[in-house]
Each structure stands twice: as structure tokens, then as C-alpha cells.
């Protein structure tokens, strides 16, 4: 994550829901209504798990990778589940977007956040300020210096409301969801979210404004939704109505929820202080006792309250754990990048191991296991190590440690480059990132530019153009911005939202060593010498060396695991093509649950025990055709859209008579993206019907479809790149 945490066994006997449950010498009773319905009534537990920037795969090939050193974890999911090694997270890659859209089953154009972790934002006059990405669900856009011009949800679906929320299957079903620093399922500041959910005048309102940083520890990074009736929640602990105005499916009404570590560890540890799983109180860097902050979230404080919730009758239990490789001091207050292999990277990951070890002891002495509970662990996206080869030559970072001369993220102003190799001085801002989306400032009159407007177009070839000393090689890089998008095919990638004002003018992705920041000022300064514009920055507390938020293969690709009843115990699939949306609907259906909206994603059935498939996803013969097909088409980086990017790229940079390519082009991108949206339609339809519905279809169906995809595909391969 990169944003200020201050804006972001045992032979145990089965339990039912219902029972009592032991833990550290006191006895709870678990909340008794809660009816999930998995295929043979066995789960009764959900436990969902889900890193910050945690490799499956080697960044260095000597180095092993983040889950062979947490060798606990890998061989809980490897040895009672399955581990699926091709996945993918969608773009733009960053925490916000790859938590947000695995937790809803949706891509970012159905749910508002294809930029993040931080976005900008058009207002009426054309200028632009900063949005961010982590919010509570039902906030308005978060604008740290007020919003004045946007007044649209935070999280935003296609329909200009408020997206469906994750927890309400598990609410409705009468199920307590306990949420551990989740994205936007919890409060994420005391800007915004404070008045949202306690209201300007609260007694917490009062609390932010007397004592800021005791209340983010209180209100912050924990919460708890409930189901009707349920105790947990009630009045005297200081429950709160739980508001989703547009929740689909008849409402949401009559539910509450605890909203802070004041009000939840009380509930759930009554005992005392909430301690980490080594015993210790938690707390912030400066002593405020509460959520020590998003960067503090290490895997002994994050699965710590999992377990706790868990022990305390909470069934459902969705939580985040902050990376490994940047060292983040006590409880956040530094962010010091590592390299694969350092001595502090790897200490830091048996650190995590040993808390997994413990963790899967705690749970397996509540009986809480792999017969009666559903467990899934995956990772918001990959990223691209940046800086100098490790020394010495084939260090593995467990015998041999590795050492690094310079470590960091190429700092480069877009702006300014652009403006001393090309002369435009035209205004536009950036989201500062590997991917720096673009935003071109308007008039009054013009807030939004048209895509084809002369300025628009001489800026995307110029980037498109862009070279510079790069300050790792010692040589000029040419084609820095491997590819680039607009409007078109920001829609094909699910970028735009129903917000106009959220989209960017266009998106460039970047060699994955470059970071791009943009100074503001009528008329930039020139790069008196390459080193002024593009540097590495010196390694201090505050360095940063992961990036993400790009195309490459090594940011793209992911991984799932899934462990509990109905779950093939089938060790690593390597070969099995998912990405985040999938998640969603595979977690409901295995706990008998659906929702109320259509996803994008499908469930992954190839991991499934027979009697786990639905009946009418079975009797349809050609659902994994289908579904494999419709992956391709439709999905972030599946194959449709990322040939339809080279060509797309193409267009950007193109600068023939009349700007024939980029019209030809671009009109064969929109129409391509078109038939793919109506196409990906009737597929999803008839496999959510399958999954969810009980509706079979025939082989013809299933064929016709698959037919027509592959000849979209085909198409967008031949397009010119």
C-alpha cells in the first residue's frame, strides 16, 4: 500500500454454530442464528484472508518466494486445499482495487475504484484534486480538503449508487461479519467516516477534534456487522444502525454494527486489552492503545483479532495484513523497503510464519479447522522489484543473505520531462504511480475533455515518444510508456465508472522501474540535467522499491488459496486461469449463499468436489468451456483486452494525415468492446444461472457462445499493434 495509513494440527471435535466456544480460560456463546448452507451443512465458519503485496512466485529466482518462507501457510493451503498460481488481480493494480473488487466479485467500473489507492478527480471549473480510494462504504467521495464540486458515493456502481455490500449475504443469513481492516468495510479515517456513520455531532466527532490520535486507534481499522437481533450488536455496546440505502434485494433494514476497536474489543475480549498473537497490547507508534494503523496490521496483530472474533461467536471473519517486504518500525511509523533476499525481508516473513503456526493452533484448540470452516488467502496484486542486482552473486536470502547498493523506485516529473523534450507546457495533473493516469485540465466549459480534442493528442504521442537517461542503466531509454489507453479502451480495461468525473483523460503504463509524479505551475521549469527530473532516490526510512499498479507479468499475476469442505485437496494449480472477480461468487457457493447482483466473475468449479458443483452447473457439460472463454474475453488482463491495449497503443501513438490510424483504430476498439460487453452478458447470465439459479443450459448454448468468443478474440488479435 502506498497511501498514508492517516487517509489508509490438533484432533478437535467439530463446533456448530451455536455451541460454546473455549478461549483463554473464558467461555462466549457464538451467536446462534447463523444459517449458512453449503452443500453437505458442514461450514460454519468463513475465514477470509488477504495480504498486502505477498508473492507466491520468486522475485529472484535464488530467493525463495514470500509463501515458501511462510512454509505454515503454504503447506495449510497446499496439504487440506488448493493453491491457485494463476491468478490475477485487474487494473489499475493497486491495494484498493484488488481488495475491493475480489471482496464484491466485480471489476472497478462497477464498483468506483480503477484508480487507487488515491485518485484525482475532475471538478466543473476543469481543474482536478485528489479522491482516495479508502473510505467507509457509504461515504461520499473522500476528498481530504473537502469536496466541493463531486458529491457521488465513494463506492459507485454502474447505476450512479452506492455498491452492494460485501457483508450483507452473510447479515442477511443471519451471520455476525467481523471485519479487520478490510478496505472500506471498516471506518478508514476520521475525516469522512467519522460524520458518515456517528454523525458531525457525535460524541466521537467530539473525540477527533479533542484527541485525533486516540481516535483513529478507537474508531478505525475494526468493526463488526451484525445480523438482526444479534447481541453483538446491540445498543448497550454502543451498536450503530448499519445504513445501505440502495442495497439491492429488498433493502437493508434493522441491522446494526460496532464501528471501532473501543467499541468491538470490549465485545469480543472482555478480559482486557486486545493483545497480539505473542501476548502483547496493541497499539499505535506514539502508545494510543486501538488499531495501530493499516501499515501496523502485521500478521500477529491481524490474525490475532480473526481469532478472537472467531473465539467470541463471530463466524464470518474477513481480514488485511500489510506487506512484508517494507519495514514498517512499530506499528507503521517507518517505510523502509527491503530487497528479496535482506536480512530484515526474511526475518520479517518468519515473523509471519510463526504467527500462521500459532494462529492454526488457536483455531484447532477452539475447534475451529478445515472440517467446519471455510478458508481463503490471497494477495491484492504482484509487483516489480526495483534496484541494483543483490550482492553477493546467488545469495538465497535464507543461508546467505543479499545486500543491495541502490534500492528504490525511479522518481521521474512527467510534467517537466514532457515539457524540455517536447516544449508543451500544457496543465495536467497525475496519479502519481507506475501507471500515472492522466488528467488534462478544462475551462468552466470544458471540465472534461473529448478524447480527440488537439491537446489531448499531442500529449499521448509525446508520451508516447518520451525517452530519458535512465539513472539504473546509465543509457537513454527509449518508449518508456509501454502502453497507453484512452477513454475506448479504458472501458474495455473496466476503468470507467459512472462517474465522468473520476475518469482520467487517458492512462499511460510505464517501464515498471519508473514512478511518475507532475509539478503543477502555469509553465513548468525546464530539466536543467536528466538526473533533475528522473532520479533514484537515497534509501531512508521513508523509501519505497514494489511497484504495481502496471501491466507486467509479475504485477498481474496473483494467487488464491481456498481450504474447507467441498474444496479439492489438489495442492497447486498452475494451470487454471482466475482473477479476483472469481473469489466472490466461488466463496458462496460454497456456504450456500448468493447475492443479489450479478458478478463478473464465475465460480471456479475445476477446484470443487463433485458434490460441491451445483446440479445445474453439472448437467451443463460445457460450463468450464464457457467459463474459461469468458475469462478471456471480459477480464482485466485477459487476452481480449490486452491485445485490444497493443492496438490501442498504436492509435495513442499515431500521427498520420487527419489522425486516420487513431480514428481507424479506435472505431474497431469501440466496436470490438461492444460486442464483447453484450456477448460477455448472455455468458455470465447462463453461468450465474447455473451456479446460483438452477437453471442448466445445453451444450448448443454453451457452444454458440463459446463460437462467437472465439472469434471476438480472434479479432482483437489482428487488430494493428
Known sequence: MKFSQTVRSACPLPILIGLLLISGGGISLAHGTCQLKSPKGAIQHVIYVQFDNTHFRRDNANVPSDLEQMPHLLNFITGNGVLMANDHTVLISHTATGILTSLTGVYPDRMGQPVSNSFRYFKTDGTTRTGVSFAYWTAPLFD???????????????NGKIAPAPWVPFTRAGCDFGAVATANTILEN????????????????????????????????????????????????????DLLPDEPGGGYSGFNGLFGAKYVNPVIKPSGSMTDLNGNVIQDATGHVGFPGFDGMEATVSLAWVAQMQEAGIPITYAYISDAHDGHGTAGNIHFAYGPGEAGYTQQLQDYDLAFQKFFDRLAADGIDNRN???VFTVDEGDHFVGDPPTPAGCDGVTTPCTY?????????????????????TLFSVHSDDAPTVYVNGTAAQALRDQTDPVVRALEREMAGLNWLNPYTGAVENNIMVALADH???????????????????????DPDWFFFATGGATPATCATPAACAFIPARTSQSFAWNHG????????????????????????????????DVRPTILELVGLKDDYRHDGRVISEILQGYARPSALKQSGSFVALAQIYKQLNASFGEFAMDTLKASTKALASNDSGDATYTTIEGQIQSLTADRDALAAQMIGLLEGAEFKGQTFSDAQAQSLIA??????????ALPH
Open 550 to 581: 502496471d501491466i507486467q507479468d509479475e504485477i498481474a499475476s496473483t494467487w488464491v488459496g481456498y481450504v474447507g469442505q467441498g474444496v479439492d485437496q489438489s495442492g497447486i494449480d498452475s494451470a487454471t486461469w482466475s482473477d479476483h472477480t
Open 708 to 717: 462467437q468468443g472465439e472469434a471476438l478474440l480472434n479479432q482483437a488479435k
Open 373 to 375: 470452516t471455510l478458508f
Open 144 to 158: 481530504p480538503a473537502g469536496s466541493t464540486t463531486d458529491t457521488t458515493p465513494e463506492m459507485i456502481n454502474e
Open 190 to 241: 476520521t475525516a469522512i467516516d467519522i460524520p458518515t456513520v456517528f454523525g458531525a455531532g457525535s460524541p466521537e466527532a467530539m473525540e477527533v477534534a479533542s484527541n485525533p490520535g486516540q481516535a483513529f486507534a478507537d474508531f478505525v481499522g475494526i468493526g463488526v456487522h451484525c445480523a438482526q437481533g444479534s447481541n453483538t450488536c446491540a445498543a448497550a455496546n454502543n451498536g450503530k444502525a
Open 488 to 510: 475506448t479502451e479504458m472501458k474495455t480495461l473496466h476503468m470507467v465508472t459512472a462517474d465522468p468525473f473520476r475518469t482520467p483523460t487517458f492512462t499511460p503504463f510505464a
Open 405 to 425: 547498493n541502490r534500492v528504490g523506485e525511479i522518481n521521474a516529473d512527467l510534467r517537466r520531462m514532457v515539457y524540455t523534450q517536447f516544449g508543451d507546457s
